[in-house]
């Protein structure tokens, strides 16, 4: 990179006017897909304690299944991350990213569906309700759980897929600037997505015990966008040559066995497997399950002021979508500084010192918030955790490509950040059964001696996301053994 990239890469409006206007295209089109791949999980986050409330049978734990729920759906995220990034370096960047878009999109709105009591499921016609292991279980929250998992497999190929081709397309002086701002804009999906759900707890629609469905109904939009990415993009010319070359020597592009059977790719996939896996496990085992705490915060606090069942429900809906807002104000920032500080100090580095935030911040956050200025914490709180938690996802946008040449490098992305979900995906698990037996413990002890017994198990989910937090440190311990890339060119 010539000295002269560098410097006009690091002006706050340098790199956008390097980018020729079908590389600002292909930016704004991959962008997009991965904006809208981001609300579609948080439009998740917010509707799975009413879902839950709606799909299950009163009695059964809403955490639990829950928690259940959101394993199934980043299992899913895993399986199409694997799937799909082999099948863009093979196929085609642009093709497979339609797929995906299309794919996330409409099992979205069928996720609505489950509502609705009247209607047949899948569940019942895969004769799932007479399966054993699902005794107890409703049809509706089964085709709840199928319908997540379609769209994890849409979800889960995105971000492999947009990486690779805006690292393909765009000039690799402004590369890690491009990178960085497409992760960035993830953010900016969430936000939409707490807007999305504040606007629903302010409005009519509300008040219905089932507004849950209007937030799947909404995320299926993005559907539209596919047309643009058919008709508009075209594969990068860099993949082309890879591809071709790739065929005259006998090798497959996408090939898990290309990617493995060589020692270099080998180890930077398995070491970039478990980086990823520290901050997915970090946002998916813990951080989106600050909505939890937020409500159980909130529905106290109304309680305490004598608040009707609607107005507590409403409450919790507001606040939730507030915890949202400022936790991804903070991610979009934190993002934007992740991409700056690798810039000066490299990427190793950049990632020690945000894991290591992370890590404390997230601790500080679940053990205090609601204890200093009662819900008010939330405002200033979550966009903290939030600066630390997503600012190593703009890392890993920037740094995976680095790691893999062109013929294996969506798949490689696609396996660092997706595999490591296979792990992430036991994180809601891990995090829902440690809650529930610490809350079982905490509510025996308090009724003993007459203490209140809600907040000691508000107390029980604290201490059970404070020790999940550990998992950032695996992110510093595989540091060691990953090469600095800052400054050299993506390997062939």
């Not at 005259?248 to 060589?262: M, P, R």
């Not at 595999?419 to 992430?424: C, K, S, T």
Request: charged share 15%; with cysteine; proline share 4%.
């Amino acid at each position: 990179m010539s000295k002269s990239a560098a410097l006009s890469s690091n002006d706050a409006n340098g790199w956008w006017g390097q980018l020729a206007p079908y590389q600002r295209l292909v930016f704004i089109v991959a962008t997009l897909a991965w904006m809208f791949d981001c609300l579609d999980q948080q439009l998740f986050n917010l509707a799975r304690n009413p879902a839950m409330t709606a799909l299950l049978d009163k009695g059964q734990d809403t955490k639990f299944f829950g928690g259940i729920a959101t394993a199934i759906f980043v299992f899913g995220w895993a399986t199409g991350g694997m799937i799909f990034g082999s099948l863009g370096d093979r196929y085609g960047r642009v093709k497979m990213l339609a797929v995906t878009v299309l794919l996330y999109s409409l099992a979205t709105g069928l996720s609505a569906l489950a509502g609705f009591p009247k209607l047949a499921t899948v569940a019942q016609a895969l004769h799932l309700t007479s399966v054993p292991w699902f005794e107890g279980l409703t049809p509706h929250y089964m085709d709840f759980c199928i319908f997540r998992f379609i769209t994890g497999l849409g979800v889960g190929g995105v971000f492999g897929l947009a990486v690779a081709l805006v690292a393909d397309t765009v000039p690799s002086g402004v590369r890690p600037r491009a990178l960085g701002v497409l992760q960035s804009f993830s953010a900016v999906g969430n936000v939409a997505a707490g807007f999305i759900g504040l606007g629903i707890a302010l409005t009519v629609i509300g008040t219905n015990p089932n507004y849950w469905m209007w937030l799947f109904v909404i995320g299926a939009l993005p559907a539209f966008m596919v047309a643009t990415i058919q008709l508009r993009i075209k594969e990068p010319e860099t993949w082309i040559e890879a591809r071709d070359r790739a065929t005259a020597e006998g090798k497959k592009s996408g090939s898990y066995k290309d990617l493995f059977g060589h020692p270099t790719w080998r180890r930077h996939a398995l070491l970039g497997m478990v980086l990823s896996c520290a901050g997915v496990i970090g946002l998916w085992g813990i951080g989106v399950f600050s909505t939890d705490l937020v409500g159980d915060i909130i529905t106290n606090h109304f309680k305490a002021n004598g608040a009707t069942l609607d107005e507590i429900n409403k409450g919790k809906q507001i606040w939730s979508s507030l915890n949202l807002l400022c936790f991804n104000v903070g991610a979009f920032f934190g993002m934007m500084a992740f991409t700056r500080v690798t810039e000066r100090i490299g990427r190793k580095k950049a990632f020690a010192f945000f894991f290591l935030g992370a890590l404390v911040m997230t601790v500080f956050v679940f053990q205090m918030l609601g204890k200093i200025n009662g819900r008010w914490d939330i405002l200033w709180m979550a966009p903290l955790m939030g600066f630390f938690q997503l600012s190593v996802f703009a890392g890993f946008s920037i740094y995976l490509p680095e790691l893999f040449p062109t013929r294996l490098r969506a798949t490689g992305v696609s396996f660092c950040y997706n595999v490591g979900r296979y792990l992430a995906a036991t994180g809601p698990l891990t995090l829902a059964l440690l809650a529930k037996s610490l809350a079982d413990k905490a509510a025996v002890k308090a009724a003993a001696v007459g203490g209140d017994v809600a907040n000691a198990k508000i107390d029980a989910f604290r201490d059970a996301a404070s020790c999940m937090c550990l998992i950032f440190l695996l992110g510093l311990l595989v540091l060691p053994f990953l090469p600095e890339t800052k400054g050299k060119p993506l390997p062939e």
